[in-house]
C-alpha cells in the first residue's frame, strides 16, 4: 500500500514539472494561437475556347478542353469559364470550337462573357465596347438557354475596367442594365505568359523547358498568393474569398492537379464565383482607373490611399521569351 502511495507521487510530481516547464518554454500567448484563417478561393478561367485559338487547330482545342475539365471534376474545384466568341468563328471549325464549349456546360460548369474580340475598354470607345458586349452573347445565350441557365458573368479583357471614372462608370452601368455581374480577380500569376512559352516549348519538344517553366509558374503562383493574402490583411484587416485569374491553355491542362496542390498547401478550399462574390469586400469603394489594368486587391488600395508594394518579381526570362513569340501583343507589362 505505501509503495503504491508513493508510485502516485511521484506520478503527480513529474505531471505537475511537465505542467511548469511547458509554461516555461510555450508561453500562454504562444501556445494559444488563433485557428489559421478559413481560405478560399474562385477559380475563373479566360479566354474560352483557347487562348492562343488562331493557331490551334479544332481538334487541339477538343483535347485541352477534355483534360482541364478531367482535372477540374477530378479535383472537384467549381469554375467559370469567360468566352472570347470571335474564337469559335474559324472556317470549317466551327462545330466543333461550339462543342467544346458545350463541354463546359456538359461538365457542369458555367461560362460567362469575355466579349466577343477581347476588346480593351481602355483602347476603344464606350460604344465599339458596348457593341463588343452584345456580339459576345450569341451563342453563349444560345448554349446556356439549352440547359435553362441565363448569362450572368461578365470579365473585363486585360482587365481594363476605363481610363477615366465616368466612362467606367457608364460601362459599369451598362453590364448590370444587361444582367451581369462583375467578375473581379484579386490573385493573377499571369499564365497566359508562362502559357505562351509552354506552347511554344511543346511544339518544339523543348521538355526541359517546359519543365522549368512549370516550375516557375507554381512557384510564383505561391508568391502571389502570398503576397495577396498579406496585401489583404494590411488593408482589410482580414483575407477575403479571393479570385484567382486563369487561361484556357495547354500548360493548365496538362498541370492543373498541381496548381492545386500548392494552392491547397497554402490552406485554401475552393468554393464558387457566386460564393466568392458574396464575401463583403466586393461591395467597398472602388474608384480605381488607369490606362492598365489590374487586380481588385490594387483597386482597393489606390482607391484607399495606400498604393500596393513588394509584389512578387516575375521572371524576367519567361518575359523575353514570351515577347518574341509571334502572339498578339498584350496592353499590360508584368509586375
Known amino acids: 500500500m505505501e509503495l503504491s ?16 516547464f511547458a509554461g516555461l518554454v510555450f508561453p500562454a500567448s504562444v501556445a494559444a494561437q488563433s485557428p489559421p484563417p478559413d481560405r478560399q478561393v474562385a477559380i475563373t478561367i479566360d479566354d474560352l475556347p483557347a487562348g492562343n485559338s488562331d493557331k490551334m487547330p479544332a481538334a487541339m482545342i477538343t483535347e485541352m478542353t477534355t483534360n482541364l475539365l478531367a482535372a477540374l471534376q477530378q479535383q472537384k474545384v467549381p469554375a467559370v469559364g469567360f468566352v472570347n466568341e470571335k474564337k469559335v468563328y474559324k472556317w470549317g471549325q466551327v462545330d466543333e470550337r461550339i462543342k467544346a464549349l458545350q463541354m463546359w456546360l456538359d461538365a457542369g ?7 466577343y474580340s477581347h476588346l480593351s475598354l481602355n483602347q476603344v470607345g464606350l460604344k465599339a465596347w458596348e457593341d463588343d458586349v452584345v456580339q459576345g452573347e ?11 441557365k441565363k448569362l450572368r458573368y461578365f470579365r473585363h479583357p486585360y482587365l481594363d475596367t476605363g481610363r477615366d471614372l465616368l466612362t467606367r462608370r457608364e460601362a459599369e452601368a451598362f453590364l448590370v442594365e444587361r444582367g451581369y455581374r462583375i467578375a473581379p480577380v484579386t490573385v493573377d500569376a499571369w499564365d497566359w505568359n508562362f502559357g505562351g512559352v509552354y506552347e511554344e516549348s511543346k511544339k518544339r519538344g523543348d521538355t526541359a523547358t517546359q519543365q522549368e517553366l512549370v516550375k516557375e509558374y507554381l512557384a510564383y503562383t505561391d508568391a502571389e498568393f502570398a503576397y495577396s493574402e498579406q496585401l489583404s490583411m494590411q488593408l482589410l484587416g482580414y483575407q477575403p474569398k479571393q479570385i484567382l ?13 498541381e496548381l492545386v496542390d500548392v494552392i491547397r498547401k497554402r490552406g485554401y478550399r475552393f468554393i464558387t464565383l457566386e460564393d466568392a462574390l458574396s464575401d463583403q469586400a466586393y461591395g467597398l469603394p472602388d474608384t480605381f482607373v488607369g490606362e492598365e489594368g489590374t487586380g481588385w486587391l490594387d483597386h482597393w488600395a489606390i482607391t484607399m490611399g495606400k498604393p500596393p508594394q513588394g509584389s512578387p518579381r516575375f521572371p524576367a526570362w519567361v518575359d523575353e ?15
Open 5 to 20: 502511495r508513493w508510485l502516485q507521487w511521484v506520478l503527480m510530481s513529474c505531471v505537475v514539472t511537465a505542467a511548469v
Open 109 to 115: 460548369f458555367d461560362l460567362g462573357n469575355h466579349t
Open 138 to 148: 450569341s451563342v453563349l445565350k444560345l448554349l446556356l438557354a439549352q440547359r435553362n
Open 245 to 257: 485569374l486563369l487561361h484556357a491553355n495547354q500548360m493548365e491542362a496538362e498541370h492543373f492537379n
Open 321 to 335: 521569351r514570351y515577347k518574341v513569340l509571334p502572339l498578339p501583343p498584350q496592353p499590360q507589362q508584368p509586375h
